[in-house]
């Protein structure tokens, strides 16, 4: 299930249900095969950036449709 801890929804993945390429991905991350960027934080903006002009742009085609 999750839990809420300051605003942030934390899942426990194992609850999911991942398709073969989702699995092999979260094995992966588990067993250290992933490392940290040097340049964390900013590619940590891009995404949230990048999520947020997604979000805008779904609301924009959703809200053009119902015309």
């Not at 300051?6 to 073969?20: F, G, I, P, R």
């Not at 040097?38 to 949230?48: G, R, T």
């Amino acid at each position: 299930m999750n839990k809420q801890t300051q605003n942030k929804v934390v899942y426990n993945l194992k609850d999911l249900e991942l398709n073969k390429e989702e699995r092999e991905m979260l094995k992966s991350v588990e067993c250290g095969e992933w490392k940290t960027v040097a340049n964390f934080d900013q590619e940590l903006k891009f995404a949230q950036e990048a999520a947020k002009n997604s979000l805008c742009k779904d609301a924009r085609i959703m809200s053009s449709t119902e015309l």
